[in-house]
């Protein structure tokens, strides 16, 4: 089993930023991908940021249109945590963020993940 654990939500001004954390311990995968998704009340996951990696190494990553430019999604592989750095934050960016992994390739699909972390609210005033 793999268990994730997010952090770094919190209350920030609109052009603010923000890093999430994503702290993954467990049993560790040689490959795999973790990805961020964000959920707005009433509404499902979405997807926000993926990041594939093999033999340690990120070689792939993928952003939603909406983030992309903005958010910057990385792995720091000695601790094995991911990040998800926000920047330009818009009121629009206020959800619930959620990481994710699995031991394949990344992809949009929420019910493609298999370990969840339990969520971090990001709220952007405007």
């Known amino acids: 089993q793999v268990q994730l654990v997010d952090s770094g939500g919190g209350l920030v001004q609109a052009g603010g930023s923000l890093r999430l954390s994503c702290a993954a311990s467990g049993r560790t995968f040689r490959s795999g991908a973790m990805a961020w998704f964000r959920q707005f009340p009433g509404a499902e996951r979405e997807f926000v940021a993926g990041?594939?990696?093999?033999?340690?190494?990120?070689?792939?990553?993928d952003y939603a249109d909406s983030v992309k430019g903005r958010f910057t999604i990385s792995r720091d592989n000695a601790k094995n945590t991911g990040y998800l750095q926000m920047n330009s934050l818009k009121a629009e960016d206020t959800a619930v963020y959620y990481c994710?992994?699995?031991?394949?390739?990344?992809?949009?699909?929420?019910?493609?993940?298999?370990?969840w972390g339990q969520g971090t609210q990001v709220t952007v005033s405007s």
């Open positions: 994710a992994a699995r031991p394949d390739t990344v992809v949009r699909g929420a019910t493609e993940y298999n370990y």
């Open positions: 990041l594939s990696w093999g033999g340690g190494r990120p070689y792939y990553a």
